[in-house]
């Protein structure tokens, strides 16, 4: 009941009041930089939404494996489905994770991205380590199309003074 009134004084601004209150035992209720509790998780709240920030937000929601039980360039895939991907599966607990047959096809790994895309990687003849790998590339991508890079630099907002450079500026004698 101590803390709604803090929090009320808080609102309304009266700092003597709040003195006050703090040197009372309702100051054991402050965490430890010394704001209320519902401060600092509206920070947390705010901090999580950008990617990379505050936390990181996976691509990938979702790995489809198709195989084919009978073809031989199925042969790897079905030895991951069997032994690899249970340990895959619960490390990723994130990403969603199909297998379906496709009988008389190669074997697939499609990865959905957040974004709307979709990425398919063949992987006929390879072994499960080799599948492993591919996987962990899919999971691991953005789901964003190739693009070749031409500046050294990508920005989502570019800098007004531009890239810093050595030979600019004040002229150096030596």
Known sequence: MRTNSVATKVGVGDRGALARDLASPAISRLNSSGNLPNQDDERNALAGLTNGVGAFILQCKRLDFHYCDWAGSSKGMNAFLQHTLPKFARQNPQVEITVSPRPHKHPVIRGTY????????????????QILQKAVLLRDASGEKLRRSTKPVRSVNESVRGIWDPYHGAKWTI
Not at 114 to 129: H, P, S, T, W, Y
Request: net charge positive; with cysteine; charged share 45%.
């Open 114 to 129: 957040i974004n709307g895309r979709e990425r398919a990687v063949c992987v006929r003849n390879l072994e499960k380590e």
